[in-house]
């Protein structure tokens, strides 16, 4: 038996060294050696090397995404809630949407919530309690809405500067359903920003500009209202989808509305809420953004800019002359091309820089006409 003891214990103290020799071995001497001139550039030593390195690296993106996923998952799904909208004829919508303020207030999209008045709404947090909703406001420009319940001391959600999300930067989804207290969530990533895509038309006087993510088809339709976030449990946008006229090729178009405009819709909500006043001023146009290929192409006096591209036809023009934009003096063809003192372009385009400002301060836009730059005061309501 004491032989036995001693041959095990002579062996661990052979494993123990070996390991030690092998971490000496490895951070040490095979350090000194690829980094040594001598031997660095031979063709065995700088293959075991980037095996290593790949080795490594690989290693740490396996636990960095295992362990980050899962603490995502837990921090920020207590955050959001179901919610279910029953209208009068007995039709349910359900989807996701987001706590942003802890004394009740969830903001979601019009994907999610009727506008009908006596439509029946309900809202179902992580805990598995259930609200009705208590009042309801819609943000008509980004087509955020924000729901109040009668409930105190919730988690809120994280807000990401969404202007600073880059291509290919990795996201999570988080939603939940009527049927489960369990949150759901799927990898994706972030495509881009897409600054001409708008949530409703006329592009004048709804929010024009959103994010393209990255998930499948089968995620987003049950993720509708839910937050998109990055890796730090922040919240970089609100999925939702285009009304059915905007299906292309056969497919639902899902965007996410970005964190910063429905930051700024929530801003817009604690200063009207209780009101039923328009905040910002609605054009009542349509219009298309000058982009770079069409300014080499027509080889354009001016490098950025809306074109108002309505009235049209003769039903447009009826409709038209009851417009803000018609009563301030705007016309088809006009390129607006600074609002007050900010330049017009993609990122901050006609509709972004409308919004700004409530239908009581005063807006001048400068207007290319043909070949004259004239000034057009807002007239408002």
Do not use: C
């Amino acid at each position: 038996m004491k032989k036995t003891f001693k041959f095990i214990g002579i062996g661990v103290i052979i494993f123990i060294i070996g390991a030690l020799g092998g971490l000496m071995v490895d951070y040490v001497l095979f350090t000194k050696v690829i980094t040594n001139p001598m031997w660095s550039e031979n063709p065995i030593i700088k293959s075991l090397d980037n095996r290593i390195k790949i080795i490594k690296t690989v290693e740490k993106v396996i636990v960095a995404d295992n362990e980050s996923i899962a603490d995502i998952a837990s921090r920020a799904a207590g955050t959001v809630a179901y919610i279910e909208s029953i209208n009068v004829n007995g039709d349910v919508v359900g989807g996701n949407g987001i706590i942003v303020s802890s004394d009740g207030v969830i903001a979601t999209t019009t994907a999610v919530v009727s506008q009908d008045e006596n439509a029946l709404l309900f809202v179902k947090l992580a805990d598995g309690n259930v609200y009705d909703v208590k009042d309801v406001y819609f943000d008509t420009y980004s087509t955020v809405v924000f729901l109040r319940i009668d409930a105190q001391d919730l988690a809120t959600v994280s807000f990401a500067n969404s202007d600073d999300a880059r291509s290919g930067k990795r996201l999570i989804s988080i939603s939940r359903t009527r049927s489960s207290d369990d949150a759901q969530f799927a990898l994706g990533g972030f495509f881009g920003h897409d600054n001409v895509f708008g949530v409703a038309t006329p592009e004048s006087d709804f929010l024009q500009g959103v994010l393209s993510i990255d998930f499948s088809q089968s995620v987003l339709r049950k993720s509708i209202g839910a937050p998109v976030v990055d890796f730090h449990s922040n919240m970089i946008g609100l999925i939702s989808v285009a009304d059915s006229a905007e299906v292309i090729n056969g497919e639902e178009e899902f965007f996410a509305i970005a964190a910063n405009d429905v930051m700024r819709a929530f801003e817009v909500f604690l200063q009207q809420q209780n009101k039923t006043v328009e905040v910002t001023n609605k054009l009542g146009v349509d219009y298309d953004n000058i982009t770079a290929i069409e300014v080499y192409a027509q080889d354009a006096d001016i490098t950025s800019g809306a074109v108002i591209t309505t009235p049209i036809t003769f039903v447009e023009q009826s409709a038209f002359a009851r417009t803000l934009a018609a009563r301030s003096g705007l016309r088809s063809g006009d390129i607006v091309v600074m609002v007050n003192n900010d330049t017009v372009d993609e990122r901050n385009n006609l509709s972004r820089l409308m919004n700004k400002y409530a239908n009581d301060e005063k807006v001048v836009l400068k207007v290319l006409r043909g070949d004259e730059l004239i000034l057009i005061d807002i007239i408002s309501i």
